[in-house]
């Protein structure tokens, strides 16, 4: 997506140890017009994939995915982080590994609200290593739904988690690739 | 709001010590449909505030909050719950009691992003004792900014936080103002 791509040239920054941090306009101060138009570019990769149900995992992945839903006009669902140890009955759980943070996640989605007959898109902010991803495709097959994909706005590629989802079968469109960052704030981005 | 109170009705559950659930279509699974109109009636109560910026706190304001921004034409900025003890000379930061999960969480947000010449809506799902909307308006005032008012979805009007904020003066709208609730599921809301 070309319009994100530039953005993330003129107002992202690169930091030592492969930070990149787009919270000008992303994932804490939010451009809505851009967030607007990458709800509708997802609509476009996934139109047809006949979606129910929007998942995404609290905090940043929640402002772009209402979008998407929205484009959809199905609901939005977002998996809570959950603080207790002990999980209840009613709700599926998974665990994910921050890379960002570096600390471990217990998600958890009330059993209520996702169903077999589900058709389930899957959208975050970042796609690094994968791991939220994976915790919540594990969700969707607890409740015995169907996955249809995952969309995220920045991959990085280098990271590798997004080609390892792919080679497992599952469809993964990200909008911006970043196949490396070098120090000094260089940002080659795939197929670009 | 009256589309807003017929859905509470319909759809919230209420459970002992005051807990009312809403998390089928505000905080858990979200209507796009019923959000998007939450911004629009927002947007009729301070449109003519000349609001530059939409600030929210993680992680269930964010998706109506975004909905306010679109309506405004704004950035929408949310406040993070830091887990860090030390705080970093570059972000605002304020302490947050919250109701629900009976903890304290720091929020911080980006000095960059918060300017003298800013005009402040603050938005959030819930006001109950309104720790959460003090310690946002706390941040503006350490910017130097203008807080124009708050709105928040649900005000639990039997708590108090609402109203000792509208005493001291500011512009508080809440789109359902709930004055009691017992355990058997009967809510009665102000002037209805």
Do not use: W
């Not at 389930?120 to 994976?134: E, K, P, S, T, Y």
């Amino acid at each position: 997506m070309q319009l994100l791509i530039d953005r993330i040239i003129k107002d992202g920054k690169v930091y030592p140890g492969n930070i990149l941090k787009v919270d000008s306009f992303l994932n804490h101060q939010m451009d809505i017009d851009l967030i607007d138009k990458i709800g509708q570019e997802f609509y476009r990769l996934f139109g047809s994939c006949e979606v129910t149900k929007v998942l995404t995992i609290e905090a940043s992945g929640i402002g772009i995915a209402c979008f998407v839903a929205k484009y959809f006009r199905v609901p939005l669902l977002f998996a809570k982080k959950s603080k207790t140890k002990n999980v209840s009955d009613d709700v599926y759980s998974s665990v994910v590994e921050s890379f960002t943070h570096g600390n471990v996640n217990k998600i958890i989605v009330s059993k209520e609200y996702l169903h077999p007959d589900d058709k389930v898109l899957i959208i975050d902010d970042f796609l690094a290593n994968g791991q939220a991803i994976r915790g919540l495709a594990d969700i969707v097959n607890q409740a015995g739904a169907e996955l249809v994909g995952a969309g995220t706005v920045i991959e990085k590629g280098f990271q590798g988690g997004g080609d390892a989802l792919r080679s497992s079968g599952m469809k993964v469109e990200s909008l911006a690739i970043i196949d490396s960052m070098t120090d000094d704030g260089k940002i080659t981005f795939r197929n670009n």
